[in-house]
């Protein structure tokens, strides 16, 4: 016979029989303490009673006058009575400044002595006290009568504990009903919650739940793309593996600002802001991310959800797409030219010029050598000398003049072995394109590039002839986004930016200067660490570029820059 186990009750109900025992406690427990309290205020607002009575009766003239007189009792025993009667008090007892009594209610205790403490009214103190005197347990004030600067007499006030007592008996009934109501309505209340939390549990049990939470800790981990969760206030809500090491952030950041997390100003940025942001690229130290940002609102805002996506890679290879388009376009017109030439030295052949034609084609072959011989002489490594030569056929399609300058020297073997070669591309390939951006059109459109090594460090330095940098945007210039020139289709201000994160992510400087020499125009300046490597530095000619098939055919094979434009 199959025996089937009763399914654990869900989570609900549970919680549904813990918090009615625990609401008939905390009823039960609040029902003593306003019992108890209740008491102790009654005997205090009895002692408030009291000292208020008997301070009254000591401040009043009649009770001074009568003091004074020979026998003070015929005249402070009606008075002491009627105030008793007026004012709810159990007694009024006037005394002498030695404690025998003027008044009472029981005449037969008239000239006896006072039953309680008197020393500190004697010493011109107020107090209240609780003590057993001829009428029983009482709560008592008493306060000292004044006259002239001397203590004449006494005046005690006072109300039976039993009266008290009878005065809080009261309230019990109703303390009782209150309790009784309360416990009614929570039951009421914890029952409506717990049925509206079955069904947002869909009644699971707490191992249900559980498995469903470790479910979901697996999932949200094991996916590659960052996850980001703010609350209202923009503090970390929730955080996967992916976003941590897209953001490069360790430790517990779970409850900490947003602002707080130490991320490039840019991005901060578009995480702080209020509107949904759709696919924008920002750079970190050592990657380039896609976000997404989404607002979560019910009403009122509560948070937003953030994705990010890692296109380090991605957006290298679209550099490297950009720099073959470009070369593409420098060989097409390098082609469009020497068709021309071509033509042109046929044409001189059916004229019967032979000499002339051979001498034409000579000179265009003679001045593409030249050039290469110039630059390799320059900078003999192979994938800068690359990188340059393509460049400058590039630039001469554009109007502008590239120049290596006589302080150049970068032999083979010196660049250091933890610089990617990519990387290096990426930093030089973009201050070029920036700088051919600033000086086209400019009187004169040059752009000098110098490359050499010191004792320590690669220097690559890029000057142009353009309009310059203000020195405001010194740093705005390397952030990703700023530009000064209309955006293209491929969108502006991402060199630069590519460019500094390079340079920091091996431990170098970027940085920005005026033109010197009365020039206009801007200097961007690198130097990366070369380690262990030696570098020496000599002068040769500068170098001016020229249209040559030879120049764009050289570089179009082993230059990959990254892409580039203006910041």
Sequence with gaps: MRVVLPRPRSLAGQLFAVQAVLLAVVVAGYALF?????????????????MAVARSVADAPSVRAA???????????????????DTGVDFVTIMDPAGIRWTHPDRTQIGKRFLGHIAPALRGESFTETYTGTLGASVRAVTPVRDGG????????????????????????????????ALALGAIGTYVVNARLRRHTHGMNAAELSRMH????????????????????????LINDGGR???????????????????????????????????????TAERVLVVN?????????????????????????????????????????????????????????????????????????????????????????????????????????????????????LDDGLLPRALPTRDLVTILGNLIDNAVDAAQGGTPARVTVTAYTSDTDLVLRVADTGAGVEPAHAELVFQRGFTTKPSGPGGRGLGLALARQ??????????????????????????????????????????????????????????????????
């Design 150 to 181: 001397r203590t004449v007499g006494l005046v005690s006030a006072g109300i039976r504990v039993e009266a008290i007592s009878r005065r809080v008996e009261g309230q019990v009934t109703a303390l009782v009903g209150v309790a009784a109501g």
């Design 34 to 50: 306003t019992y108890v309290s209740d008491r102790s205020q009654a005997e205090g607002a009895a002692g408030r009673q009291a």
């Design 214 to 237: 470790d479910y979901h800790e697996a999932a949200l981990h094991a996916v590659r793309e960052g996850l980001l969760m703010l609350d209202g206030r923009y503090r970390v809500a």
């Design 293 to 409: 940002t989404s607002p979560v609102s019910g009403g009122e805002r509560r948070g937003t959800v953030v994705t990010l996506r890692d296109v380090t890679e991605l957006q290298s290879l679209m550099g490297e797409l950009d720099s073959e388009r470009g070369f593409v376009q420098a060989l097409r017109s390098q082609a469009h030219e020497a068709a021309n030439r071509l033509h042109t030295v046929v044409s001189l052949i059916e004229l019967d010029r032979a000499e002339e034609a051979v001498g034409f084609a000579t000179a265009e072959l003679e001045l593409a050598q030249e050039l290469t011989d110039q630059v390799v002489a320059a900078v003999s490594e192979p994938v800068l000398a690359a990188l340059l030569l393509g460049k400058t056929a590039q630039a001469n399609e554009r109007g502008v003049e590239l120049v290596v300058s006589p302080d150049s020297r």
């Design 67 to 85: 003091i004074r007189t020979a026998d003070p009792s015929a005249r402070l025993e009606p008075y002491a009575l009627r105030v008793t009667a």
């Design 245 to 283: 090491e897209l953001l490069g952030v360790a430790g517990d950041v779970v409850g900490r600002s947003v602002a707080d997390l130490g991320l490039p100003v840019p991005l901060t940025g578009a995480l702080l802001a209020s509107e949904p942001r759709v696919d924008e690229v920002h750079l």
């Design 502 to 567: 390079a340079v920091t992510r091996h431990g170098g400087t970027l940085t920005v200067t005026v033109a010197e020499n009365g020039e206009h125009g801007a200097v961007f300046e690198t130097h990366l660490p070369l380690g262990t490597a030696d570098a020496t530095a000599s002068g040769v000619p500068p170098v001016t570029a020229a249209a040559s098939p030879a120049a764009a055919a050289g570089a179009a094979g082993p230059a990959r820059p990254a892409p580039g434009g203006e910041a």
